[in-house]
Structures are given as C-alpha cells and as structure tokens.
Antibody, heavy 123, light 110 residues
Framework: QLQLQESGPGLVKPSETLSLTCTVS??????????WGWIRQPPGKGLEWIGS???????YYSPSLKSRVTISVDTSKKEFSLKLSSVTAADTAVYYC???????????????WGQGTLVTVSS | NVMLTQPHSVSESPGKTVTISCTRS????????VQWYQQRPGSSPTPVIF?????PSGVPDRFSGSIDRSSNSASLTISELRTEDEADYYC?????????FGGGTKLTVL
C-alpha cells in the first residue's frame, strides 16, 4: 500500500522560505504516468493545488504561486520536496503531498494523500 | 484562469439522495475529466469519483458522477445518505496542465 509522509518545520518566520519533504513508501517516485504533487489548505478553507513534479524533474506550478515555488524530486531517496519563498501569514495552511495520477495520461487526479502537516507563518 | 464553482453547503436527511454541482467558468467541461474528493473533519481528502463517473476501489455505488454539457457543470450524487457521508466534498479538474479545485461543499446529513 502506497504511503506518503510530509515532514518539515511547523513554524516559519515571515519573509523566509518554507521547506517540506514528502517521503514515499510502498511504491516508487520513478513509476511511469505518475506525478507527485503538493496541495495546501488554509485553516477552515478549501484546497489549493501548489504544483506537481514528474520523476524526470519536469514541473508544473500553480500560476498564482509560480514565482515563489520550487518542487523537486529525488528518486534515489524516494522523496520529493517543496520550497515556498517569501512567505507571509497567508501561507499558513495544512500542506499535503499526494500522488498525482494521470491514469495512463488521460487525466490528473490525486489518489493517495499524506496526512498533512500544519505550517504556521509567524514571527 | 479556470474556476470551479460549488455551492457552499447542502443538507439532506438520511436515506435520501443529494446532488452537488460543480460549474466550470470557461472551457468545455467535457474536455477535461472531473474528479470528486471527500474530506471528513481532521482527515485528508480521499477520491470518490475520477474521470467524471469512475469509482475508485472501495467506494460504494451510492456515489455517482456525471457531467452536463448544457450547463458546463459536473455533479456528484450520493444516494441512500448515511450520517457517515457528512463531510466536505471538492471537485477537481484541470486546465491544460494546471490542476484546479472547486471551493468545496459542506454536506450535512440531518
């Protein structure tokens, strides 16, 4: 059974860079036709896609966050990472990592999710 | 940018049927598959429908999905409602390579 686990600091200061890692077990980040994505959810609000990465390193980012986001993958460590720069209080959210399944290159949907990690931006 | 609009909340009684809509702001709803996720309080989202009307393994057939080209919208229908279905539901689709979520609908089963 595929499992994903987020890790990283729970508190980040304004203007600094948020860094999270997602470790994948029970499967491979090198598997064909799967991306690996980050989604966030501010407290009491809805889901927002941040971006996704393929095993080759190819990335897609949300247009609204593109200027501040970097997502990378390390196939040898079976993990992928998120960096979000110049954070503000508006970036406070639960951050989820998830497998972004193309189902044979016909769609994009998130079929396995991590438990999520709360990141608070505060001084 | 494409937006997916959902009603903020819906409510229905146990045993009844409820439908949640998801309207695409631009572009043809039929050109990009729609997915639906259930999120219970304190839990991660889980998919209940993918590719408009496909159920992942383990999801009961009380959950069904459809699209309506005339209204450019997708719908999630849950029949024989149970109290355990009370949750937030999100639609998701894509615009090219950009994944997009709807704002979510809170389903109350009372």
């Amino acid at each position: 059974q595929l499992q994903l686990q987020e890790s990283g600091p729970g508190l980040v200061k304004p203007s600094e860079t948020l860094s999270l890692t997602c470790t994948v077990s029970g499967g491979s980040v090198s598997s064909l036709s799967y991306f690996w994505g980050w989604i966030r959810q501010p407290p009491g609000k809805g889901l927002e896609w941040i971006g996704s990465v393929y095993s080759s390193g190819a990335t897609y980012y949300s247009p609204s966050l593109k200027s501040r986001v970097t997502i990378s993958v390390d196939t040898s460590k079976k993990e992928f990472s998120l960096k979000l720069s110049s954070v503000t209080a508006a970036d406070t959210a639960v951050y989820y990592c998830a497998r972004d399944n193309t189902n044979g290159w016909s769609t994009f949907y998130f079929d396995y999710w991590g438990q999520g990690t709360l990141v608070t931006v505060s001084s | 940018n494409v937006m997916l609009t959902q009603p903020h909340s819906v409510s229905e009684s146990p045993g009844k049927t409820v439908t949640i809509s998801c309207t695409r702001s631009s572009g043809n709803i039929a050109n990009s598959f729609v997915q639906w996720y259930q999120q219970r309080p304190g839990s991660s989202p889980t998919p209940v429908i993918f590719e408009n009307n496909q159920r992942p393994s383990g999801v009961p057939d009380r959950f069904s999905g459809s699209i309506d080209r005339s209204s450019n919208s997708a719908s999630l229908t849950i029949s024989e409602l149970r109290t355990e279905d009370e949750a937030d539901y999100y639609c998701q689709s894509y615009d090219g390579s950009d994944r997009v979520f709807g704002g979510g609908t809170k389903l109350t089963v009372l």
